[in-house]
């Protein structure tokens, strides 16, 4: 027989447990606090030059200097990635599906996008100018090849996983062609897409970085290019930070809607 | 009691062969078949691993497709996949992006009943399954047993001629497997339904059939069909009954007379 425990339950035990409860998201902080902690120290203390690193506190001073112009340099960014992640992902998506359900087609355009998917996208900006302009269009048709790769490769290999049982149990309760593709298909897919989209999404912002270094009147990479044209470190780095919060923000409003669609996926450790 | 004799035929399968091209040659999976599935009876197939026995089911099924022979669901040939044929599958089925009710509303849904339709064949067949109060979980917060319920309850609803299964149980642990196997019988003694279900468990077969038609093996084919004399409704104490041990211990000569040799 087990013996009941009989210890009391102090005030000990409660901030015990109230620190073991919390600690891991504790920790979470913990190595945040210490890189932004040693980038105020040492900024601050004058050891590294503001040309170098300037202090969080000139950064913020100088988002602020320039807060009239930030919209449009925001707006003008986050139109082109999420315009080119959302067609490129799309048209990966549309051709992933059939590429990976048809044997045929599998056979045809499988070497196609095996050709094409060790292609860096940044080593196509000179030839994308070169067809498209120097504009906006080029940049859109940049971001879209990226994530089109991406989502085509992730796509094809997300259908061939697809358990067959699912599509026997579907025929044999009568559904037939587009009716297959639509409730197991797609539902089926999505788990395996959606970190596809995912890292799609993080890696526009890249690419629309790389291709606004090409030449733009704003965006992301415009305040980063101004900022060392000008020896105006503290604005290079507002354009690297807008880039990074805005990306988390995307990942977050994604992830969001991925917990969304795949609310019945069974998890490991449930 | 059997309701086998005099009765007419449902499914008739013909000089049913299945052949695999290997690297070793050809095998045959199971060689000329002939078979008889009788309107309402519940019909055990029950042989060796690797007889061929889930061949013949998934060939009915359309999943797969003989290499010679044919089969017949009321003289009508079949060469596919058909909401005639009911499938409850070996593994667990129900799609996982689904909920209970949609999962059981499947099949009607394909044929484009209206939603007052299928909620009604849907609150039918959930409560038929013992499924009430879950119909909104999706299959991963079901256990296992409770997702056998699902794919019987979908394949019940969606109203086929004749439900083929394939060792539905086989996953389960034995506890669960037999009441499960209580309730299919209540639920076959409801519905009025051929069954036709493929087995290795000699106990299931002869508590569950009417007719037990026996698989061995070089050649893959059937040698023997037994009808079972249990009454009905049959009840768990069947299974401790001295008749009932006897006639497992037959089925199992039967099959060990043909196996023998391949151990």
Same mark, same amino acid.
């Given at each position: 027989?087990?013996?009941?425990?009989?210890?009391?339950?102090?005030?000990?035990?409660?901030? %015990? &447990?109230?620190?073991?409860?919390?600690?891991?998201?504790?920790?979470?902080?913990?190595?945040?606090?210490?890189?932004? &902690?040693?980038?105020?120290?040492?900024?601050?203390?004058?050891?590294?030059?503001?040309? *170098?690193?300037?202090?969080?506190?000139?950064?913020?001073?100088?988002?602020?200097? *320039?807060?009239?112009?930030?919209?449009?340099?925001?707006? $003008?960014?986050? *139109?082109?990635?999420?315009?080119?992640?959302?067609?490129?992902?799309?048209?990966?998506?549309?051709?992933?599906?059939?590429?990976?359900?048809?044997?045929? !087609?599998?056979?045809?355009?499988?070497?196609?996008?095996?050709?094409?998917?060790?292609?860096?996208?940044?080593?196509?900006?000179? !030839?994308?100018?070169?067809?498209?302009?120097?504009?906006?269009?080029? %940049?859109?048709?940049?971001?879209?090849?990226?994530?089109?790769?991406?989502?085509?490769?992730?796509?094809?290999?997300?259908?061939?996983?697809?358990?067959?049982? *699912?599509?026997?149990?579907?025929?044999?309760?009568?559904?037939?062609?587009?009716?297959?593709?639509?409730?197991?298909?797609?539902?089926?897919?999505?788990?395996?897409?959606?970190?596809?989209?995912?890292?799609?999404?993080?890696?526009?912002? &890249?690419?629309?970085?790389?291709?606004?270094?090409?030449?733009?009147?704003?965006?992301? &990479?415009?305040?980063?290019?101004?900022?060392?044209?000008?020896?105006?470190?503290?604005?290079?780095?507002?354009?690297?930070?807008?880039?990074?919060?805005?990306?988390?923000?995307?990942?977050?409003?994604? %992830?969001?809607?991925?917990?969304?669609?795949?609310?019945?996926?069974?998890? %490991? $450790?449930? | 009691?059997?309701?086998?004799?005099?009765?007419?035929?449902?499914?008739?399968?013909?000089? =049913? /062969?299945?052949?695999? =091209?290997?690297?070793?040659?050809?095998?045959?999976?199971?060689?000329?078949?002939?078979?008889?599935?009788?309107?309402?009876?519940? @019909?055990?197939?029950?042989?060796?691993?690797?007889?061929?026995?889930?061949?013949?089911?998934?060939?009915?099924?359309?999943?797969?497709?003989?290499?010679?022979?044919?089969?017949?669901?009321?003289?009508?040939?079949?060469?596919?996949?058909?909401?005639?044929?009911?499938?409850?599958?070996?593994?667990?089925?129900?799609?996982?992006?689904?909920?209970?009710?949609?999962?059981?509303?499947?099949?009607?849904?394909?044929?484009?009943?209206?939603?007052?339709?299928?909620?009604?064949? /849907?609150?039918?067949?959930?409560?038929?399954?013992?499924?009430?109060?879950? +119909?909104?979980?999706?299959?991963?917060?079901?256990?296992?047993?409770?997702?056998?319920?699902?794919?019987?309850?979908?394949?019940?609803?969606?109203?086929?001629?004749?439900?083929?299964?394939?060792?539905?149980?086989?996953?389960?642990?034995?506890?669960?497997?037999?009441?499960?196997?209580?309730?299919?019988?209540?639920?076959?003694?409801?519905?009025?339904?051929?069954?036709?279900?493929?087995?290795?468990?000699?106990?299931?077969? @002869?508590? =569950?059939?009417?007719?037990?038609?026996?698989?061995?093996?070089?050649?893959? /084919?059937?040698?023997?069909?037994?009808?079972?004399?249990?009454?009905?409704?049959?009840?768990? +104490?069947?299974?401790?009954?001295?008749?009932?041990?006897?006639?497992?211990?037959?089925?199992?000569?039967?099959?060990?007379?043909?196996?023998?040799?391949?151990?």
């Amino acid at each position: 027989m087990i013996p009941a425990r009989t210890d009391k339950i102090g005030w000990f035990h409660i901030v %015990k &447990g109230w620190i073991i409860e919390r600690s891991g998201r504790l920790l979470n902080f913990l190595g945040l606090v210490i890189i932004f &902690g040693l980038w105020f120290w040492l900024s601050n203390t004058g050891w590294v030059p503001p040309l *170098y690193l300037p202090s969080p506190q000139a950064v913020y001073r100088c988002f602020i200097q *320039y807060s009239a112009d930030m919209p449009m340099h925001i707006a $003008d960014s986050m *139109y082109r990635i999420i315009v080119g992640f959302a067609i490129g992902s799309a048209l990966g998506i549309l051709m992933g599906l059939p590429i990976g359900w048809s044997k045929v !087609l599998g056979r045809i355009f499988e070497p196609v996008v095996e050709f094409i998917r060790p292609m860096p996208p940044l080593a196509l900006i000179p !030839l994308f100018i070169l067809w498209f302009g120097i504009g906006n269009s080029s %940049k859109l048709i940049l971001i879209s090849f990226g994530c089109w790769v991406i989502l085509v490769v992730n796509t094809i290999e997300s259908v061939r996983n697809i358990d067959p049982l *699912y599509i026997n149990a579907a025929r044999s309760l009568g559904a037939k062609g587009f009716q297959i593709f639509r409730t197991v298909l797609i539902p089926a897919i999505i788990p395996g897409i959606m970190g596809g989209i995912r890292v799609a999404a993080a890696t526009s912002f &890249g690419m629309n970085v790389a291709a606004e270094f090409m030449g733009t009147r704003a965006g992301f &990479g415009y305040l980063i290019i101004e900022g060392r044209r000008f020896v105006m470190t503290d604005l290079l780095l507002v354009g690297v930070f807008l880039i990074t919060i805005f990306s988390i923000l995307v990942n977050w409003l994604l %992830k969001l809607t991925e917990s969304h669609f795949t609310r019945w996926v069974p998890r %490991k $450790d449930l | 009691m059997g309701n086998t004799g005099g009765q007419e035929v449902l499914l008739t399968v013909e000089n =049913l /062969t299945k052949e695999f =091209l290997t690297t070793h040659g050809i095998i045959e999976a199971i060689k000329d078949v002939n078979l008889r599935i009788y309107k309402s009876e519940l @019909a055990c197939v029950i042989g060796p691993s690797g007889c061929g026995k889930s061949t013949i089911l998934s060939m009915i099924g359309g999943i797969s497709k003989p290499t010679s022979g044919k089969i017949l669901l009321e003289g009508k040939r079949l060469t596919g996949p058909s909401p005639d044929i009911g499938i409850v599958f070996q593994k667990y089925a129900a799609f996982p992006w689904m909920t209970v009710e949609q999962n059981v509303e499947y099949g009607p849904r394909m044929r484009g009943l209206s939603k007052s339709e299928r909620r009604a064949i /849907t609150e039918k067949y959930v409560g038929l399954v013992n499924l009430k109060g879950y +119909e909104h979980l999706y299959p991963k917060e079901l256990s296992g047993g409770m997702s056998k319920r699902v794919d019987i309850a979908r394949a019940y609803a969606n109203n086929p001629r004749i439900l083929l299964m394939d060792e539905p149980f086989g996953a389960l642990d034995d506890l669960t497997k037999k009441k499960m196997q209580e309730e299919l019988l209540k639920i076959w003694s409801l519905e009025n339904k051929t069954i036709f279900f493929v087995t290795h468990d000699l106990e299931e077969a @002869a508590f =569950l059939a009417d007719r037990v038609i026996i698989m061995g093996r070089n050649p893959n /084919t059937i040698i023997k069909d037994v009808p079972v004399e249990f009454g009905r409704p049959r009840q768990a +104490e069947l299974r401790t009954k001295p008749e009932f041990v006897a006639f497992k211990k037959y089925l199992s000569e039967v099959m060990g007379n043909d196996t023998g040799e391949n151990g």
